[in-house]
T-cell receptor, first 111, second 111 residues
Framework: GEDVEQSLFLSVREGDSSVINCTYT??????LYWYKQEPGAGLQLLTY?????DMKQDQRLTVLLNKKDKHLSLRIADTQTGDSAIYFC???????????FGKGTRLSVIA | SQTIHQWPATLVQPVGSPLSLECTVE??????LYWYRQAAGRGLQLLFY??????ISSEVPQNLSASRPQDRQFILSSKKLLLSDSGFYLC??????????FGPGTRLTVL
């Protein structure tokens, strides 16, 4: 089946930029998503990118998509302690099939 | 606007007892609905999804079952809980871009 891979941990200093990477295998992906999960809470949709786009920026968040390499990244500028969470990458290939999620990257922000 | 509710928020049950977790969605009609389990704050395991009333797809064979008695209600059940059923249970519905919106989750501890 289709797969989404992410590194498990990332540690950054407050004020630095964070870059969380993701690779996927489904060449027919239509949308790709980033979710944030804080402790004890459900997943919150942060942003998404359509597969015919290369980049999407939303305030401190920048999503880059390299469709040729099937690589997605999320850059968080000026990382704050409130950004500490688990970040999930997910992909969709339309229809009724559920999203395929990565296992999540735990971001720790050091003050 | 759409909202998704889950209850109870936390539950402690003995091994061998029954289970019923409820998920309801407001503000949308005939949504695709999903049940996930998350163990130890890590990856998501898709358990069931439903594209309509009475339609359930099971992703993982186990002692859990799901039902969709009404358009915006999705129920997760078990006749006899196992220790391994402990975890964080998340319900989600699908939006127009195939994204999934998650509820706040139910923390289940089986003793």
């Amino acid at each position: 089946g289709e797969d989404v891979e992410q590194s498990l941990f990332l540690s950054v200093r407050e004020g630095d930029s964070s870059v969380i990477n993701c690779t996927y295998t489904d060449s027919s992906s239509t949308y790709l998503y980033w979710y944030k999960q804080e402790p004890g809470a459900g997943l919150q949709l942060l942003t998404y990118i359509f597969s015919n786009m290369d980049m999407k920026q939303d305030q401190r968040l920048t999503v880059l998509l390299n469709k040729k390499d099937k690589h997605l990244s999320l850059r968080i500028a000026d990382t704050q302690t409130g950004d500490s969470a688990i970040y999930f990458c997910a992909e969709s290939n339309s229809g009724n099939t559920p999203l395929v999620f990565g296992k999540g990257t735990r971001l720790s922000v050091i003050a | 606007s759409q909202t998704i509710h889950q209850w109870p928020a936390t539950l402690v049950q003995p091994v061998g007892s029954p289970l019923s977790l409820e998920c309801t969605v407001e503000g949308t009609s005939n949504p695709n609905l999903y049940w996930y389990r998350q163990a130890a704050g890590r990856g998501l395991q898709l358990l069931f999804y439903s594209v309509g009333i009475g339609q359930i797809s099971s992703e993982v064979p186990q002692n859990l079952s799901a039902s969709r008695p009404q358009d915006r209600q999705f129920i997760l059940s078990s006749k006899k809980l196992l220790l391994s059923d402990s975890g964080f249970y998340l319900c989600a519905w699908r939006g127009l871009r195939n994204e999934q919106f998650f509820g706040p989750g139910t923390r289940l501890t089986v003793l």
